[in-house]
């Protein structure tokens, strides 16, 4: 299904995403820094986040050259973000792998994941444009505070449908929402067109999480095997299940093991209750797209035919997103 995905996007896109250079360039005490991270947060992964930079940028006429900093910063910030989820979650494998906690330490995985976040502010400060600095560093907080905000519901266990969705927009959309409004401000595009990109984005983030959460009950997943739930994670599918038992949630709520309380239980329901969901979701991401397609007329007015392709491109993401739940 991926290889079929990839071959059906603009091909200057994908080798653009493949091509891009991930190695951390350091002095030779921090080597080890770069070894550890190419064998684990950095190895493999489809690069979906700077693959959607570089075909927002088709979209927009933006010079590859000139979004290419921006596309590799929304990788490393990702990569940074799983680096610190390993340790907070005690994983074992990422991306069928050992995990880069377990191939190294706790201390050194954190370490490496903060390298990572002060190597892009670098990078991007030294790309140039103070907006788009401005916005990843408001990315970075937003992911501190949607980990932060996970840990607290693991403690107190007072989950919400709302809190559950904060969670993925501060972890999930941030990161998404900065790759759909980056190349928007380098192309200069009128602040509503922005907005209606950081929205595309966002969209496309809560669509991706919900279906992320529906995929841990497929059996599929290269994560840990129920790692969420031995971590004592709600997420949006099981909040639905609880949220439909009152038993269980009282069970639950009154400190009994996740995994015990939802031992035996018939999931299929409520995946597709946050299937139907993250539909949703990417209907609105579409609306948005239009709406950027529709001012982009006059840029492409002797060659619609290229804009309808280059929409097309965009609608093939969302498609792949939603044929991962299947």
């Known amino acids: 299904m991926i290889k079929d995905f990839l071959a059906s996007l603009p091909k200057e896109a994908i080798e653009g995403s493949k091509n891009i250079d991930l190695q951390i360039r350091s002095v030779a005490a921090h080597n080890a820094i770069d070894a550890v991270l190419s064998k684990t947060v950095l190895q493999g992964g489809k690069r979906l986040r700077p693959l959607l930079t570089l075909l927002m940028s088709h979209l927009f006429q933006v010079d590859f050259k000139l979004v290419i900093p921006y596309a590799r910063a929304t990788e490393l910030v990702h ?3 799983l680096s610190h989820d390993d340790v907070i979650d005690n994983a074992t ?14 201390k050194k995985a954190v370490l490496a994941g903060d390298y990572l976040l002060s190597s892009v502010i670098v990078d991007l400060a030294l790309a140039g444009n103070l907006e788009l600095v401005r916005e990843m560093s408001l990315v970075i907080k937003a992911l501190s505070e949607g980990e932060w905000l996970q840990l607290d519901l ?8 709302e809190v559950i969705r904060e969670v993925a927009e501060k972890k999930t959309s941030s990161v998404m929402s900065y790759c759909a409004l980056a190349p928007a401000i380098l192309a200069g595009a009128q602040s509503e067109i922005v907005e209606h990109s950081r929205e595309f984005g966002r969209r496309l983030g809560l669509a991706f999480q919900l279906i992320d959460d529906t995929l841990d009950y497929s059996g599929e997943s290269l994560k840990d095997q129920e790692l969420d739930l031995k971590n004592g994670i709600v997420n949006a599918v099981v909040y639905e299940m609880l949220s439909n038992n009152i038993s269980l949630m009282a069970r639950f709520k009154q400190g009994e093991d996740l995994i015990n ?15 139907q969901e993250a539909q949703e979701h990417l209907g609105h991401a579409r609306d948005s797209l239009y709406i950027i397609k529709k001012s982009l007329t006059e840029k492409y007015k002797n060659n619609l035919g290229e804009l ?3 929409v097309e491109a965009l609608e093939l993401v969302m498609a792949f997103m939603a044929m991962r739940q299947n």
Do not use: H, M, P, W
């Open 308 to 310: 309808d392709k280059r």
């Open 79 to 81: 990569a940074a973000s």
């Open 93 to 106: 494998l990422r991306r069928g792998s050992a995990s880069i906690n377990i191939l190294s330490s706790n």
């Open 154 to 161: 693991i403690e107190d266990r007072n989950y919400t449908r």
């Open 261 to 275: 309380v939802v031992s035996k239980t018939d999931f299929s329901s409520y995946v597709d209750i946050i299937s």
